[in-house]
């Protein structure tokens, strides 16, 4: 093997390692990312039932004033 190849030899392998350390970089980021997402999605699945109750409550509410409003309007034009 000549100097010249050994050369372009060493070099490939320079580019390699440092495409290695990007490649690990970005998976060590991505790890993190991934793990706070999970702990976002774990909040969103604990907070669920508290917003679904919330959500009960209001079409209840919305439920009341209608039949109000219906009650309202049958006892002046019916009755």
Not at 19 to 29: G, M, Q, S, T, V
Not at 44 to 73: H, R
Request: aromatic share 8%.
């Amino acid at each position: 093997m000549s100097f010249k190849q050994a050369k372009e030899l060493v070099e490939r392998m320079e580019f390699s390692e440092i495409a290695l350390r990007k490649a690990a970089d970005n998976l060590e980021k991505s790890t993190q990312n991934f793990g706070i997402t999970l702990k976002h999605q774990e909040d969103i699945i604990n907070k669920l039932p508290y917003a679904d109750k919330k959500l009960s409550y209001m079409v209840i509410a919305v439920a009341v004033n209608i039949g109000l409003i219906v009650g309202l309007i049958i006892g002046k034009y019916i009755l």
